[in-house]
Nanobody
Framework: QVQLVESGGGLVQAGGSLRLSCAASGRIFSISAMGWYRQAPGKQRELVASITNGGRTNYADSVKGRFTISRDNAKKTVYLPMNSLKPEDTAVYYC???????????????WGQGTQVTVSS
């Protein structure tokens, strides 16, 4: 009933930039928090950044000052421009959203399929 589709991953040299996007679609009544997580090989999935529907943001210390999360509520889309990328940013990046679907009174936690970000040194 709900899909989160990510785009914008790829291969970039250290110091470069990428911009991730994630669009939600389906029988959506409302979206509260949206965010980005990442998982590097052999490591646990970790929060990168999140944003509430009111625009309040939260960042992992490792990306503060380099990544900026934003959202377009009308387009049901969340963005993550990433600057000054480092090799340690290499991971699969997953979009996440808390969504109430039409006809439901509960909020579900939805994930995208993931997009690979590789930063070469």
């Amino acid at each position: 009933q709900v899909q989160l589709v990510e785009s914008g991953g790829g291969l970039v040299q250290a110091g470069g930039s990428l911009r991730l996007s994630c669009a939600a679609s389906g029988r959506i009544f409302s979206i509260s928090a949206m965010g980005w997580y990442r998982q590097a090989p052999g490591k646990q999935r970790e929060l990168v950044a999140s944003i509430t529907n009111g625009g309040r943001t939260n960042y992992a210390d490792s990306v503060k000052g380099r990544f900026t999360i934003s959202r377009d509520n009308a387009k049901k889309t969340v963005y993550l421009p990433m600057n000054s990328l480092k090799p340690e940013d290499t991971a699969v990046y997953y979009c996440n959203a808390d969504i109430r679907t039409i006809g439901s009174f509960t909020i579900g936690h939805y994930w995208g399929q993931g997009t690979q970000v590789t930063v070469s040194s």
